[in-house]
């Protein structure tokens, strides 16, 4: 199909009007012209015609004989331009205002209009003259109500048909003229509204392709041009999302190989050395079994981010204990924190009420801060939970002696994937997911969590829960 493509409907949409609508318009105008001019001569004429009839039907004699009525024609020859004739009752032509013809003088002339007129009608129009196409006004002149001839006014009209006649021609070139400009006009307009279009449909097939720098130029600022920003900034979001998904891909490719390589060597060692002592055996199988936990806190770590991808987080509450919630995830981290020489403290009030919420989510979050805190404490540290309650909620503070967090750091805590910046070692960066499911859990139990720290002194995270 022809209009197939956006840029034909844009050129015919423009060069059309130009092509059918304006010759129309200008055909029209110029036949209402004529039909104005036709229409203003035939009452000039009329109005002189009336002129001359009230004087020549003044003197009756102007029509008796050839003398008489030229006589009459040359008193009154200054007062208009249009030919005028007189003809007697017979149609005979007594005398004319033009000196072509005198060869015509006494002969007869019984047309039609001139007919019309000596029967005691008008007659007037455009029509075939003496010698070319004439503008008429025919009256009959009357003497005591007798038609004794006919008085005709005439008005060449052929070179004004023959400059109509150039004016429709010139007309015509300049639609011609006017369809040439408008199509290149229509081509060039149509031009800057596809080429966008198509260099975004370029744009959008290279990030199907998997180029997310794809990116197209904003040469507008119109809605075309708005499109294209949007694209670019959709693209730039592509591109980043893609980056972090890399990212996310390596450390978790990253943290699975850790506990699998210590896993690995443990196993390697026991089958290299089966012959050792059960105290060494029940060491590796220590370490084997606490990379096997870690490998699973891993596992579970991701799992929560694909469900909560998925759908909302969702708790499963009853009344429990936040002294045994905190008990069950410290003795975990009992004997990492012993071979690590690092303190475990727990401090819990006597008083502290049950409250309602999701047990294993709680560990979860324990879980996750105690990691954190171990990981970043060095040798001869300590790592504290002190449990404190106000009259509206229970406050959990995780604090460490560790190296603390640069302030630049601090915004970015609590987003999914950030791993810390360049200063912190690539062997203590994590996925970047443990503060960010926790803000999650407690966000979902109703509490607010967040994060002090001193660089080179330590960090404590700090969360309430609703009593």
Not at 11 to 31: G, K, Q
Not at 164 to 185: E, M, P
Not at 250 to 273: F, K, M, N, Q, S
Request: with cysteine; glycine share 8%.
């Amino acid at each position: 199909m022809i209009f197939r493509s956006l840029r034909a409907k844009l050129v015919a949409s423009h060069i059309l009007p130009v092509l059918f609508l304006m010759p129309i318009l200008t055909l029209y105008l110029l036949y209402f012209l004529e039909e104005w001019f036709d229409s203003s001569l035939l009452q000039q004429l009329a109005y002189q015609a009336h002129l001359l009839q009230d004087r020549a039907q003044s003197n009756p004699s102007v029509v008796e004989n050839l003398s008489t009525a030229q006589n009459f024609l040359a008193g009154i020859s200054g007062l208009t331009d249009a030919r005028v004739v007189l003809l007697s009752r017979d149609a005979t032509i007594l005398a004319s205002t033009r000196q072509e013809d005198a060869a015509r003088i006494g002969t007869r002339h019984p047309d039609e209009s001139i007919m019309r007129a000596l029967s005691g009608q008008v007659a007037q129009g455009i029509g075939p003259g003496f010698s070319t196409e004439v503008a008429f006004v025919v009256l009959p002149l009357r003497n005591n109500d007798v038609t004794v001839g006919a008085l005709r006014l005439s008005y060449a009209v052929d070179d004004v048909r023959a400059q109509f006649n150039q004016l429709r021609g010139t007309v015509l070139v300049g639609v011609v003229l006017t369809g040439i400009v408008g199509l290149g006009l229509a081509l060039g307009l149509a031009a800057t509204i596809t080429r966008p279009l198509r260099q975004l449909g370029e744009g959008a097939q290279r990030i199907a392709a998997g180029d997310y720098r794809a990116r197209v130029p904003m040469r507008s600022q119109d809605e075309v041009g708005q499109l294209a920003q949007n694209f670019n900034e959709m693209a730039a979001r592509l591109e980043g999302a893609e980056q972090a998904r890399t990212r996310q891909l390596a450390a978790i490719i990253h943290e699975l190989g850790r506990p699998l390589a210590g896993i690995r060597a443990g196993l390697e060692t026991l089958r290299d050395y089966p012959n050792a002592d059960a105290e060494t055996r029940d060491s590796f199988l220590v370490d084997v079994t606490a990379e096997v936990s870690r490998l699973e806190r891993l596992l579970g770590t991701l799992r929560g981010v694909a469900k909560g991808a998925l759908r909302p987080m969702q708790l499963h509450r009853s009344e429990i204990s936040l002294e045994d919630v905190v008990r069950a995830s410290v003795v975990n981290y009992k004997s990492v924190a012993a071979k690590s020489g690092i303190t475990l403290n727990i401090q819990v009030p006597s008083d502290l009420p049950l409250i309602h919420g999701d047990e294993d989510r709680l560990i979860q979050v324990m879980t996750n801060l105690l990691d954190n805190a171990l990981k970043f404490t060095p040798r001869g540290g300590c790592v504290g939970v002190i449990i404190d309650t106000d009259k509206d909620a229970v406050w959990i503070r995780v604090a460490d002696t560790g190296t603390g967090i640069a302030p630049e750091e601090m915004p970015h805590l609590f987003q999914q994937f950030y791993r810390g910046g360049e200063s912190r070692p690539l062997e203590k960066r994590g996925m970047g997911l443990g503060l960010a499911i926790c803000r999650e859990v407690i966000t979902a139990h109703g509490g607010e969590i967040r994060v002090e720290s001193d660089v080179g002194k330590g960090t404590q995270v700090i969360f309430s829960l609703p009593k």
